[in-house]
């Protein structure tokens, strides 16, 4: 199992993406932290999650998947508890 960072940049302004949120949700271990960035904890690989997710976006939409590895560092405003309570989960 290995946590990943997911970081999407929507191009289009507008545009509804729930479809997206609702296909990352199904992830059972994910963490929405900012505006278009998760973490999720998954057996599959980047590979795997990028074909599952890039059917919700637009092509001209651009997303980053990679292996997260603690020590992270994140501002306070993140909600520290959020995310060590992600990072604390077996």
């Known amino acids: 199992m290995a946590d990943y960072m997911i970081t999407c940049d929507l191009k289009r302004p507008g545009q509804e993406y729930h479809h997206l949120l609702r296909a990352l949700a199904r992830y059972p ?34 997303m980053f998947i990679a292996v997260m590895q603690t020590p992270a560092a994140w501002s306070d405003s993140l909600g520290v508890d959020r995310v060590l309570e992600f990072f604390s989960q077996s």
Do not use: C, F, G, K
């Open 29 to 62: 271990n994910s963490l929405h932290i900012l505006e278009a960035t998760w973490l999720v904890r998954t057996m599959a690989t980047p590979d795997l999650i990028l074909a599952d997710l890039e059917q919700y976006v637009d092509v001209e939409d651009q």
